[in-house]
């Protein structure tokens, strides 16, 4: 069955970097879009990013273009993100999730992130 | 950027009413809308996309519709199971924006 699992959440001071990844098993990875998701009590839902199967689409939302990455390793069936400059605001569970016709079928369990001093 | 505006925030139901939730787009997202189902403590679960297609294992009281800018998502009978926060979201101009949410309460 599909799975997704992320990891390297975490504590981290403002202005600090953090990496996240999401495992995946039980689908084509290569061919599949990716997409980052963040969710806040107060914010809600807000998308991140996603990437295409290959790797060679990448778009991003505009509250994290210019600081956050995303990537993926098809070797190892993994997807990215790479977060700098982070701030307070950023404070969030991270969730990876597969794209499919505009939906995000398959989602990870999430991962907290906090930035604090 | 595309505005979902979600109602109502919260919704008071019984067990087998018939319950429908909306959601406007600030402009056109030509039928690329997506429904959620969250729970507290997990992660959203895909109902619906592309406007009106049922995710496989989703039972089909889920019934959603709309086109242009305006949606609707129907239970047609509410279950115990269902009492939960739905969220739906857009994807256009390649990016991504969800509601606010409706939390679906008990009565």
């Known amino acids: 069955q599909v799975q997704l699992v992320e990891s390297g959440g975490g504590l981290v001071t403002p202005g600090g970097s953090l990496r996240l990844s999401c495992a995946t098993s039980g689908f084509n990875f290569f061919v599949q879009y990716m997409s980052w998701i963040r969710q806040t009590p107060s914010k809600g839902l807000e998308w991140i990013s996603f990437?295409?199967?290959?790797?060679?689409?990448?778009y991003y939302g505009d509250s994290v273009k210019g600081r956050f990455t995303i990537s993926r390793d098809s070797a190892k069936k993994s997807l990215y993100l790479q977060m700098n400059s982070l701030r307070a605001e950023d404070t969030a569970v991270y969730y990876c999730?597969?794209?499919?016709?505009?939906?995000?079928?398959?989602w990870g369990q999430g991962i907290l992130v906090t930035v604090s001093s | 950027d595309i505005q979902m505006t979600q109602s109502p925030s919260t919704l008071s139901a019984s067990v087998g009413d018939r319950v429908t939730i909306t959601c406007r787009a600030s402009q056109n997202i030509n039928g690329w809308l997506a429904w959620y189902q969250q729970k507290p403590g997990n992660a959203p679960k895909l109902l619906i996309y592309?406007?009106?297609t049922l995710q496989n294992g989703v039972p089909s009281r889920f019934i959603s519709s709309g086109s242009g800018t305006e949606f609707a998502l129907t239970i047609s009978s509410l279950q115990p199971d269902d009492f939960a926060t739905y969220y739906c979201q857009q994807f256009n101009h390649y990016s991504l924006t969800f509601g606010g949410g409706t939390k679906v309460e008990i009565k």
């Open positions: 592309m406007t009106s």
């Open positions: 990437i295409s199967g290959n790797g060679d689409i990448i």
């Open positions: 999730a597969t794209l499919h016709y505009g939906g995000l079928n398959y």
